[in-house]
């Protein structure tokens, strides 16, 4: 598989020395080479009107620091040169396509597509300043405000968004009929795959910060939602209650990713019941995994 690494390094130098039009720098620059990606979830690069939805938008809404942010971009950028970011990405990715080509799975894409982009560390607070999209196969991108917490954590989160590229190209995402058991097991899978690779410490916040009593209450109100269908109501399950709010979904009582973290419990479960690996469990059906797991029968 062909890796496309975008040097998002000097899109970055180059946006942040112009003194205007750096959205359509953004637009047109650094996001057309994923406007397919964008195109698939309806996320044109510039809005028909002024102010509509758009990449700009969108990437803002995803968590994407905005392209205004000369001061705040710069020490990030700064911070990615230091710790050779994209080289990171470059020999994650390989050990990913290493995995898969050994495993015989695949990836429905000729070509995979990464960029790094800057966080906003206000609004990916919860998430510790770095999350990622790889719901389309062919692509991933990543975004960080890079620190002493989340550097070494690269790895893992360019792997778990891998998964969904390997996921998704065997099983169709339903946007409207998704259910909460669905997306239990999408998160789940992607999340132990970045432990197979690189282990339990280099896990995300949104499966290691929760305490035993926490997610055992989680795993209960869970149990009873697990076919609940469509994707507003699914997200107050997997984001918790936070940011359900801040997004218009009606809270159900969760602490913030509570379905990613048991999600990541019925995965690991699954696995350990069963004794089945993570290249075979990737390849396995929602109702399997959640019916053999062991967590919901008890």
């Not at 620059?29 to 698939?40: L, R, V």
């Not at 990916?124 to 389309?136: H, N, P, S």
Request: proline share 4%; glycine share 8%; aromatic share 12%.
């Amino acid at each position: 598989m062909k890796l496309i690494i975008e040097n998002t390094i000097e899109q970055y130098e180059q946006l942040f020395s112009m003194d205007e039009d750096r959205e359509n720098y953004f637009r047109y620059s650094m996001m057309k080479p994923f406007e397919k990606m964008w195109n698939t979830i309806s996320v044109p690069l510039k809005a028909k009107e002024p102010n509509g939805y758009d990449v700009i938008m969108a990437t803002n809404m995803l968590g994407y620091l905005h392209v205004s942010e000369t001061n705040t971009g710069r020490k990030a950028l700064e911070n990615l040169k230091k710790i050779q970011a994209l080289e990171t990405a470059r020999n994650t990715l390989n050990d990913c396509v290493h995995f898969i080509e050994k495993n015989n799975l695949n990836i429905n894409a000729d070509e995979l597509r990464f960029g790094m982009y800057i966080a906003d560390p206000k609004k990916l607070e919860l998430q510790k300043g770095y999350c990622g999209f790889g719901g389309i196969p062919g692509f991933i991108q990543v975004s960080i405000y890079p620190d002493s917490y989340n550097t070494p954590k690269i790895p893992a989160v360019i792997a778990h968004e891998f998964n969904h590229n390997i996921r998704f190209s065997y099983f169709d995402w339903d946007h409207g009929n998704v259910t909460v058991g669905d997306y239990l097991i999408i998160e789940g899978l992607a999340e132990s795959f970045a432990k197979e690779l690189y282990g339990d410490e280099l896990l995300g916040p949104w499966v290691t910060s929760f305490d035993k009593e926490d997610l055992e209450y989680s795993t209960e109100v869970i149990k009873d939602a697990l076919d609940v269908k469509g994707f507003a109501e699914v997200s107050s399950y997997m984001f918790g209650d936070k940011i359900s709010v801040e997004q218009g979904y009606q809270p159900v009582g969760l602490s913030p990713f509570a379905g990613y973290a048991v999600g990541f419990q019925v995965v690991q479960s699954f696995m350990k019941e069963n004794n089945i690996g993570i290249a075979e469990a990737t390849l396995l059906g929602t109702d399997e995994i959640i019916n053999n797991c062991g967590l919901f029968t008890k």
